[in-house]
């Protein structure tokens, strides 16, 4: 009965929660090995146990490579305003040398990492693809289809911190796990981000008086005077009223400008602007661009209307199909559109998946000598028209 007893309370124990099945201390297994009412009987029992991965232990943890990460937590989130609009999640990864680096990181980075640890070692998945090691994985927040995705982004910050401490809380051979690793790898594209002000990382200090702030001078400053109502297209453009007064930041290329006006701040045709005092010759060619342009050309009854639209994406992205169409139905305001591109015939194209971007991609660079663009234009351009419209196809032989 006391064997019986003794073997239920170790298997009770090997199903606490954030507890890997059948990884015990080697000290605790050898104690009830040992136990007097245990017969020899039971030594092949343990010696099923005695091999398995054990629980951190103090030296499991030292014989870790430095770089293994140990920590982490979320210190800002940014708002990315590209072909699609999203968050990214700015987390600062501790290792076990004791170095701390930055990552970037959306909440489909966390799912993904999620599905695939669970495939191989969850004990509540019968069909994993690790029949060795197995583990109680920590809760991931779910997917959330409707609301702000400031606020939602905002939200997920707790639940995922916690995520993230009982993941890196688990047994040494999990941290050791290609998956795990890859995620709170730092990459070339994260190490070459800047941050902005990250808020959860500041440290506490101590009240100073108030000073006051001269008042800007605003005769001093370039500006401009709209001279017709603009209404922004996307996330990244200003709506603008004829007659307000608007303050320049830089120029974004050779027909848009970057600006603030009424605490915002975004992008602007010059064209509906009147320059009355213009910016310095250093912002009118500034190395670090902010934004890419797209040339886009919409094709209607009355002719082809040009505009260059801009994102915050680097020149080597390569978006998905739907997300170009989605964004090409914000910026004309046109539900029933079909994207093309024009092939080196002077033909249109239709886009129909993500594997023609692929090739509009691939032709346009194969023929970026042809054109001269300036340096934050993408090399590709597309042209949008009606869905309905096949006129604008050579359907001749």
Request: hydrophobic share 35%; charged share 25%; aromatic share 10%.
């Amino acid at each position: 009965m006391e064997i019986r007893k003794l073997s239920q309370l170790l298997f009770s124990w090997c199903r606490v929660p954030q507890i890997c099945v059948g990884t015990l201390p080697v000290a605790s297994l050898t104690a009830l090995r040992f136990h007097p009412a245990f017969s020899r009987s039971t030594s092949g029992f343990f010696a099923d146990l005695m091999p398995l991965p054990q629980l951190r232990e103090e030296s499991d943890f030292d014989q870790l490579p430095d770089d293994v990460p140990v920590s982490a937590i979320i210190a800002d989130k940014e708002e990315k305003k590209g072909f699609i609009y999203y968050f990214k999640f700015v987390i600062e990864v501790k290792t076990k040398g004791g170095s701390k680096y930055l990552i970037y990181r959306r909440y489909r980075a966390f799912h993904s990492l999620h599905q695939v640890l669970d495939s191989k070692y969850s004990v509540a998945n019968p069909d994993r693809t690790n029949g060795t090691y197995t583990c109680l994985l920590p809760t991931l927040p779910g997917k959330v289809y409707l609301g702000n995705k400031q606020e939602i982004a905002e939200g997920r910050i707790p639940e995922l911190n916690t995520y993230m401490k009982r993941l890196l809380s688990l047994p040494t051979w999990l941290l050791l796990d290609e998956d795990v690793r890859m995620f709170f790898y730092q990459t070339e594209e994260d190490s070459q981000h800047q941050p902005r002000a990250l808020r959860r990382l500041r440290p506490p200090t101590r009240k100073v008086p108030k000073t006051v702030k001269p008042k800007m001078d605003i005769f001093s400053s370039p500006r401009a005077e709209v001279m017709f109502d603009f209404r922004g297209s996307g996330t990244l453009e200003l709506n603008l009223k004829k007659g307000e007064l608007i303050f320049l930041l830089r120029r974004v290329n050779a027909d848009w400008l970057e600006g603030t006006v009424n605490k915002k701040t975004g992008i602007f045709p010059e064209s509906f602007v009147k320059v009355i005092k213009p910016l310095p010759e250093s912002d009118l060619e500034s190395e670090g661009h902010t934004y890419s342009c797209l040339r886009c050309y919409m094709y209607t009854a009355s002719g082809v209307d040009s505009r260059d639209v801009c994102v915050q994406e680097d020149l080597s992205t390569q978006p998905k199909y739907q997300d170009l169409l989605h964004h090409m139905r914000k910026v004309f305001n046109q539900d029933n559109i079909a994207l093309n591109y024009k092939d080196p015939e002077g033909d249109l194209i239709r886009l129909l998946d993500d594997q023609d971007v692929r090739l509009m991609i691939r032709e346009s660079r194969r023929n970026k000598g042809n054109v001269k663009r300036p340096v934050n234009q993408f090399l590709w351009e597309l042209h949008v028209s009606l869905a309905g419209d096949l006129s604008v196809y050579n359907t001749k032989p």
